[in-house]
């Protein structure tokens, strides 16, 4: 299974700003997700992070809001923009596998004042 | 539409007690199906997977078979640890080679020594 690393853990936010998530994984991976995970409720799926190409989204989630980059096959990075109380969330990073699971990254828990 | 319902937590234990925790779903064609778990303060791991129906997953002590009958995919133990205590995310895959996940809302597990 693959190794995936973000970064912040976590962040304490003010209304208004953006906060960029970070995911790194130790091998190359075609698939990669971005999910988010609000208090007390399942995982939903923002957005398909694809390589060279813009990000394929989710119903509700749309680029300005939360724009990811993907410039090679080991990372990516989710920003999270103008950020409301609403925003406050676990996002999570995911990789597929080739035998169809899904790896998950640490989460960022970010909350937004 | 495809669609997880799990039982509602948090369920609480005593050490050694047996373990169920409910998953239902709904889904057109043939899914595979994933029990997840979430530790205080880390990422989700994946603890089980089944892909065809009467397929049996097991992993730490942890059962669930996939039943197509019910349309059941309900995750046992039979001695539970306190170590045990996170929350539990039954999913499914809608088809093979789709990464789009639909996640239960999670179950939180106690168990007290």
């Known amino acids: 299974s693959a190794v995936i690393s973000q970064k912040p853990s976590r962040d304490i936010c003010q209304r208004g700003t953006s906060l960029t998530i970070q995911c790194q994984v130790d091998?190359?991976?075609?698939?990669m997700f971005w999910y988010r995970q609000q208090p007390g409720q399942s995982l939903t799926l923002i957005a398909t992070?694809?390589?060279?190409?813009?990000?394929?989204?989710e119903s509700g989630f749309v680029i300005d809001k939360f724009p990811i980059s993907r410039p090679n096959l080991t990372f990516s990075t989710l920003t999270v923009s103008n950020m409301s109380p609403e925003d406050s969330s676990i996002y999570l990073c995911?990789?597929?596998?080739?035998?169809?699971?899904?790896?998950f990254g640490e989460g960022s828990r970010l909350t937004v004042l | 539409g495809n669609s997880v319902t799990q039982m509602e937590g948090p369920v609480t234990l005593s050490e050694e007690a047996f373990l169920t925790i409910n998953c239902t779903y709904t889904a057109t064609g043939y899914p595979s199906l994933f029990w997840y778990v979430q530790y205080p303060g880390e990422g989700l791991q994946l603890l089980l997977k089944?892909?065809?129906?009467?397929d049996k997953g097991s992993n730490k002590g942890f059962e669930a078979t996939y039943r197509k009958e019910t349309t059941s995919f309900h995750l046992e133990k039979g001695s539970v640890q306190v170590s045990d205590s996170a929350v539990y995310f039954c999913?499914?895959?809608?088809?093979?080679?789709?990464?789009?996940?639909?996640f239960g809302t999670g179950t939180r597990l106690k168990v007290l020594a």
């Open positions: 999913a499914l895959s809608p088809s093979s080679g789709t990464y789009k996940y639909i």
């Open positions: 992070a694809n390589q060279g190409s813009e990000a394929t989204y």
């Open positions: 091998s190359q991976v075609t698939m």
């Open positions: 995911s990789v597929g596998s080739n035998t169809g699971e899904l790896f």
């Open positions: 089944a892909t065809k129906a009467d």
